[in-house]
């Protein structure tokens, strides 16, 4: 099943990387998680970090109804920040860290029912094209993983990396992304 690996299966079963996403309670090495599982964490680290549709679309609400001491009344239209809700550190340990590890072992997965992270949407109005787009996000990764090298130019370093965000409808970085390929030829 394409969502296999997302939070939802294939990674739950494997103790976590480091201390914190875990209570401590167990501690393996990154090497232990296999390639593509490992992947798939990236993919919804990055999701995390960087959502592609980070408000989401607008919601009109159907009756009054009080949230959190605020009265909202009908026909107001909510707008959710999904950027805000996936870097809040109430939620997310060092939430600004890309660390792919934290959602080993962790029951939060992209099906919609965990508010502290649904980079699809959640409800009736949930993205229609998840696993397509999961999909096409793996096989243009994998592809580009397995045929080249990648390196930062001038030397630099990835803590170097501008990874800043320009808001809108749809998010997009800031400043392009440069990488230098080279030709990667695995053994026969
Ligand atoms: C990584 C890729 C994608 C991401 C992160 C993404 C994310 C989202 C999000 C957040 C929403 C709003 C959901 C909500 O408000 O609850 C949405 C809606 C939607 N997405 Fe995607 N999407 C992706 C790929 C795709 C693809 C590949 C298709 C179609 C082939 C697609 C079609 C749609 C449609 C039609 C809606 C509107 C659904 C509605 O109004 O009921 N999306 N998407």
């Known amino acids: 099943m394409a969502l296999q690996g997302y939070g939802v299966s294939a990674v739950t079963n494997t103790a976590a990387v480091g201390d914190e996403w875990n209570n401590g309670k167990e501690k393996i ?10 992947l798939k964490l990236v993919i919804m680290e990055s999701l995390r970090l960087h959502p592609p549709l ?3 679309l607008s919601r009109e609400c159907r009756e009054n109804c009080e949230i959190a001491g605020y009265n909202i009344p009908v026909k107001t239209k909510v707008i959710i920040n999904l950027w805000k809700i996936a870097h809040d550190p109430d939620y997310w340990t060092d939430p600004e860290s890309f660390m792919p590890e934290r959602f080993i072992k962790s029951s939060v997965n992209m099906m919609g029912q965990d508010f502290e992270y649904f980079p699809f949407g959640s409800g009736r109005r949930m993205c229609p094209g998840m696993t397509l787009g999961l999909a096409n ?9 397995y045929h080249f ?7 630099a370093r990835s803590e170097d990396l501008d990874m800043k965000d320009v808001f809108g409808a749809s998010l997009k970085r800031k400043n392009p ?5 080279s030709l990667y030829k695995p053994q026969d």
């Open 177 to 181: 992304l440069l990488l230098v390929p």
């Open 137 to 145: 996000v793996e096989i243009a990764l994998v592809m580009l993983l």
């Open 149 to 155: 090298n990648w390196e930062l130019p001038n030397g």
């Open 54 to 56: 980070p408000l989401l």
């Open 29 to 38: 090495h990154e090497s232990d998680i296999k390639g593509l599982d490992y």
